[in-house]
């Protein structure tokens, strides 16, 4: 018998395989409040096990419906989109860079708005990279492909005047410091020596995201789709004047860290590579300064 201790997702794992066992093809599993409560444990950890278990094939699940029985092992005929579950990025993307930073050689694509999901979850994990005895990979490569921001792009924008240009100010604000974080704490490890091989690269493209895609060691990738949203925001009065005088305005912007991800079958990564790859190689450029 082996003597390991179980984690609490291993735990919940076992449990929820004995309880679907139970169940009929189609059955509903109890929604994840009710088995953070009954396994006495974080709902955080109840989605890494449902996961784990959508990945077996023994349950699918529908954003806003919950996790089904499965009607057999193996990937449904359906679109898989339908049975992946949607999560807020912030939540979807953290065990996805945990288990790809695991690999001997980490590549990371991304492709959206300013990569701000990616920058808040990714720098804390290369800070720690900084600590004795820190598990490391061997090389590191992440490619950013961001809206080239002098392109006349349909979002983010002012309800009241489409023409007001402190919009997409902003977001050049923003997305530069975001890069700036980023750049910064690839920065520290590669000068630490704590990598052998690190590489930023960023290049921008004259489209409007509808999508943000992360592409992870070429093997798995979440997409989401951008929802606009009605938000009001601090623009400068005087658009020359960044620091001066503030008022509120009401704006259409898009949803970041809450929009929900969605995991993509094998297929639908290499399809994503192979997109992304695509524009970097032939209509991306160097993002401006």
């Known amino acids: ?65 919950g996790s089904f029985v499965a009607p057999r092992i193996g990937p449904p ?31 990371i694509d991304y492709f959206g708005f300013s990569a701000e999901t990616l920058a808040t979850l990714l720098k804390p994990r290369l800070d720690l990279m900084r600590l004795p ?20 792009l349909a979002l983010p924008r002012s309800v009241a005047d489409p023409a007001d240009p402190r919009p997409l100010q902003r977001l050049q604000r923003l997305t530069f410091d975001l890069v700036r974080r980023l750049t910064d704490a690839v920065d520290e490890v590669r000068l630490r020596g704590l ?50 005088e503030m008022e509120e305005v009401m704006i259409y912007d898009l949803m970041g860290l809450d929009a929900a991800l969605i995991p993509q079958q094998p297929a639908a990564v290499d399809t994503a590579q192979r997109w992304f790859d695509s524009i970097w190689s032939t209509i991306a450029e160097p993002l401006e300064d």
């Open 195 to 244: 990598i052998p091989n690190v590489l930023l690269e960023i290049r921008t493209v004259a489209m409007t995201p509808q999508v943000k895609i992360y592409i992870i060691n070429g093997t798995e990738a979440l997409r989401g789709w951008y929802e606009v949203i009605e938000v009001p925001v601090r623009l400068p009065v005087d658009p020359s004047d960044a620091e001066g």
């Open 133 to 152: 005895g820190a598990s490391r990979p061997q090389s590191l490569h992440i490619r950013l492909l961001l809206p080239k921001m002098s392109a006349p």
């Open 1 to 65: 018998m082996n003597g390991t201790p179980q984690t609490s997702v291993q735990r919940v794992v076992a449990e929820l395989r004995l309880l679907v066992a139970d169940l009929s093809p189609g059955a509903q599993l109890p929604p994840q409040e009710r088995l953070a409560k009954d396994y006495d444990v974080s709902r955080d950890t109840v989605q890494r096990a449902l996961r784990e278990l959508r990945q077996e094939g023994l349950i699918r699940s529908k954003q806003g419906s």
């Open 77 to 107: 005929d359906e679109d898989p989109d339908a049975y992946s579950e949607a999560e807020p990025a912030i939540i979807a993307l953290d065990p996805y860079l945990e288990r790809g930073l695991t690999a001997a050689d980490v590549t």
